[in-house]
């Protein structure tokens, strides 16, 4: 073989593999599902972020403040705010801008992945959004004042929302733990003690947060498939 026919089918090779990849890619985050299932599943990673308390908005950006949409997210009338706060632990360590997302809640959260509790200094616990008692605090800085929070920081459990179609199609209820199977080239994963959160109001969607989301290169994932585990004793419905 010359040199120049190596380099063309070289060519060839790599726009086929480009191909094959991108047709891979595009299916990622919405697995092929059965087609008896009610909705397809989508996972998403869930960064780093703050749920405001009214009060605690207006104390960080001033009285009278309203969030404001930058970005819906995939749940119906949840987005990413265009407000950032900074979260400062233990030693003056800090993790600038970290995104508020709305509307607001009745109990300011700040959700981390298990990097940023390191980085920030702090023990963090693995909790459902809302278990906040016994959790350590941190201080927020927003441009108009500080917040001091003595609880409400937490590593947000690994969870999947689910509708009571989705439950009864998965056979599992609220509070049961999935396995989540997620094949990436390289880092085929299942994740376990996926978290039910039922609501007759959500769409199908699993939350993990970064760390776990770039453990499996979920960006790259070619299929993600949500199981009840073998011998589980949870209480299916
Ligand atoms: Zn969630």
């Given at each position: 073989m010359t040199q120049l026919t190596n380099s063309i089918s070289r060519t060839q090779i790599e726009q086929l593999v480009r191909q094959a990849l991108t047709q891979e890619v595009g299916g990622a985050l919405s697995a092929a599902a059965p087609?008896?299932?009610p909705n397809p599943l989508v996972v998403n990673i869930s960064a780093r972020h703050i749920h405001l308390s009214q009060e605690h908005l207006e104390i960080l950006f001033g009285k009278g403040s309203q969030l404001e949409v930058q970005k819906d997210l995939?749940?119906?009338?949840?987005f990413a705010a265009t407000q950032t706060v900074a979260i400062v632990g233990p030693r003056r360590r800090m993790i600038p801008n970290v995104r508020v997302l709305g509307p607001c809640r009745g109990d300011t959260q700040v959700e981390l992945a298990f990097t940023d509790t390191i980085s920030l200094g702090l023990e963090i616990p693995i909790r459902?959004?809302?278990?906040?008692?016994?959790t350590p605090g941190c201080v927020l800085m927003g441009p108009k004042g500080v917040v001091e929070l003595d609880k409400g920081v937490i590593r947000a459990a690994r969870h999947v929302h689910m509708s009571p179609a989705d439950c009864a199609h998965h056979g599992c209820a609220n509070g049961d733990k999935l396995h989540l199977r997620i094949e990436s080239h390289g880092c085929t994963t299942v994740l376990e003690d996926v978290v039910v959160r039922e609501n007759?109001?959500?769409?199908?969607e699993v939350h993990i947060d970064t760390d776990e989301g770039n453990a499996v290169d979920l960006d790259h994932a070619t299929s993600v498939k949500l199981f009840v585990p073998e011998g589980c004793k949870c209480k299916h419905s």
């Open positions: 087609s008896s299932a995939y749940q119906d009338g949840y459902i959004s809302g278990d906040l008692e016994n007759p109001e959500v769409k199908l």
